[in-house]
């Protein structure tokens, strides 16, 4: 039986503009993959069916009325700290489990009027921290999806849905793209508002979006901006910046693998320079640490205090850890922060994107998330950071090269993106 779980946004919206299918049946196709497949991978952690359906409906009903919508019936999965009203924000908390959301986030929102379904809410780390989530890697169930938005990173490549949101505050975004073999985005810091999203930390919060492919993310960020979704990619050979103290980081069959794409890239016409930011990793990791334990600890120590046994034992002691952090402290961090910032976006004015490794490795095992070191820098910097599942590494899992543009260059980013999986193709899913 054909289904459409597994097209692309961009097919699904195009399909049912031209009354190919309904919007319901969309949703049902999509229910059944992930009743279908969500028993392995565990991406979801609320789903409620007869919610999806009405709202399928009701989509239907517009299309019939002759609404074509940007983003007509696209489902999309819900990272469970943002919400979505009618369904628990739950946030890996039990506590919370019983907490419904009366109103949208921002975001949910903004995809609500341009037409998109939201399917469920999916699997976190505990408010996005720490002891992992209980999804499972799609290409290999002992191995991580990684943290903290291990359930949308999941579901995307797993085929339960198109379009699923995330977060990062360290590495939360991009580490799953990696782990899980989707492609992952992370907008500059501010692209959008943070309403009704559950805060870590208030200078490193990001949300970003998880597709199968780069048209689907460029469909749905320029959808989101208000901006042209049909126009023609650029098709001018980018300059990249390749940043070899973050490939001698990484395992050298990591490291091996993005020089081989940068090698491919420049046989196909770009410019590829072996370079350095001008401010070190270490000075970069360490402050982004000061402001990611101050400010978890200023976001949770009451919560803390009233539900001491509720707290898993990593967010527990980040959050006590960070409570030591003297106030001065932390305002050197921001200091800091600002001050590398103009000093690596003015650096970057030559280059169209610099690369590196999203992770220093394949997948770790399931007791872990994975080191989020390469993934820091594009968070604490506020750039604009892409993970593109480029190959598989020894394992047989997900290898990816992380692209990193100047703030407010996403849409360069992206036609930058398109020309790279024009000459190297990405992965496809994993076999389930």
């Given amino acids: 039986m054909n289904t459409t779980a597994g097209m692309t946004a961009r097919a699904l919206v195009e399909s049912i503009h031209h009354g190919e299918m309904s919007v319901s049946r969309v949703a049902d196709d999509h229910l059944g993959r992930i009743n279908q497949v969500d028993g392995q991978v565990r991406a979801f952690a609320t789903v409620d069916a007869d919610l ?13 009325a002759g609404a074509r919508l940007p983003l007509h019936g696209v489902p999309i999965g819900v990272k469970d700290i943002i919400d979505v009203a009618g369904l628990p924000t739950i946030a890996g908390f039990e506590p919370y489990r019983g907490t419904i959301a009366r109103t949208d ?11 998109a379904l939201m399917i469920g809410k999916t699997h976190t780390t505990q408010f996005a921290v720490g002891d992992p989530a209980p999804t499972r890697n799609p290409w290999d169930q002992t191995r991580s999806p990684a943290g903290s938005s291990a359930g949308s990173g999941a579901a995307v490549p797993a085929g339960m849905v198109p379009v699923a949101l995330g977060s990062q505050t360290a ?47 460029a469909l749905i960020y320029r959808s989101l901006k208000q901006l042209p979704t049909d126009r023609v990619t650029s098709d001018r050979p980018p300059r990249i910046g390749m940043l070899t103290e973050y490939l001698d ?9 993005v020089r081989s794409v940068a090698a491919t890239l420049v ?36 919560n803390l205090l009233r539900y001491p046994d509720e707290y898993g034992v990593k967010i ?46 394949e997948a ?17 910097l506020g750039l604009p950071a892409m993970s593109l599942p480029t190959g598989l590494g020894p394992d047989n899992l997900p290898i990816a090269t992380q692209l990193i543009g100047r703030s407010g260059s996403e849409d360069r980013l992206l036609d930058v993106a398109e020309w790279i999986t024009r000459q190297w193709p990405l992965i496809g899913r994993p076999q389930l």
């Avoid at 770790?364 to 604490?380: F, H, K, M, N, W």
């Fill in 52 to 64: 999806v359906r009405a709202e399928a409906q009701a989509l239907d009903t517009r299309l019939r």
């Fill in 105 to 115: 986030a921002e975001i949910i929102a903004r995809l609500r009027a341009l037409g």
């Fill in 171 to 217: 590495g939360s975004m991009l580490r799953p793209a990696a782990f899980n073999g989707s492609v992952g985005f992370k907008p500059s810091f501010g692209w959008m508002p943070l309403d009704g999203v559950i805060p870590l930390s208030w200078s490193l919060d990001h949300l970003g979006i998880y597709t199968a492919d780069v048209s689907d993310m």
């Fill in 249 to 257: 980081m990484s395992e050298p069959s990591v490291a091996e693998h």
């Fill in 267 to 302: 046989g196909a016409g770009a410019t590829v320079i072996e370079t350095a930011w001008p401010v070190s990793f270490d000075d970069l990791f360490a402050p982004h640490q000061v402001l990611f334990s101050g400010e978890m600890a200023a976001v949770h120590s009451a």
């Fill in 316 to 361: 527990r002691a980040g959050v006590e850890t960070g409570s030591l952090i003297p106030g001065t402290y932390l305002m050197q961090a921001r200091r800091l922060q600002r001050r590398h910032a103009r000093l690596v976006n003015n650096w970057m004015r030559d280059f169209d994107a610099v690369v590196f490794p999203t992770v220093t490795t």
């Fill in 364 to 380: 770790c095992p399931i007791a872990e998330t994975g080191d989020r070191s390469l993934q820091v820098p594009a968070t604490y």
